[in-house]
């Protein structure tokens, strides 16, 4: 059974940073697409930025230029360096997997930023 366990959430000040980290448990193979979504309360999930397995990425036009995905293939992890962080950001941060026809989820990494 696969699961994705998410770490690198937590508190931080407007203009901080922060790495969110992602990693696959059990057998996963060929990983055509990871991503990161986030979502507040009472609003629809927000895709943040998508990895593909060629290397190529996009973002949400409101974090262009301040976040950062990649991925490191052979621990099956995907990683999402995020700079000059603002009040708007906060939000629950999931990771997202495509493989093989299916798609797998973790449970959420908590993000706030304030002062």
């Known amino acids: 059974q696969v699961q994705l366990v998410e770490s690198g959430g937590g508190l931080v000040q407007p203009g901080g940073s922060l790495r969110l980290s992602c990693a696959a448990s059990?057998?996963?193979?060929?990983?055509?697409?990871m991503a990161w979504f986030r979502q507040v309360p009472g609003n629809q999930r927000e895709r943040v930025a998508r990895?593909?397995?060629?290397?190529?990425?996009n973002y949400a036009d409101s974090v262009k230029g301040r976040f950062t995905i990649s991925r490191d293939n052979a621990k099956n992890t995907v990683y999402l360096q995020m700079n000059s962080l603002k009040p708007e950001d906060t939000a629950l941060y999931y990771c997202?997997?495509?493989?093989?026809?299916?798609?797998?989820w973790g449970q959420g990494t908590q993000v706030t930023v304030s002062s």
């Open positions: 997202t997997f495509v493989a093989q026809d299916r798609q797998y």
């Open positions: 059990g057998s996963i193979l060929s990983i055509s697409i």
């Open positions: 990895i593909y397995s060629t290397g190529a990425t």
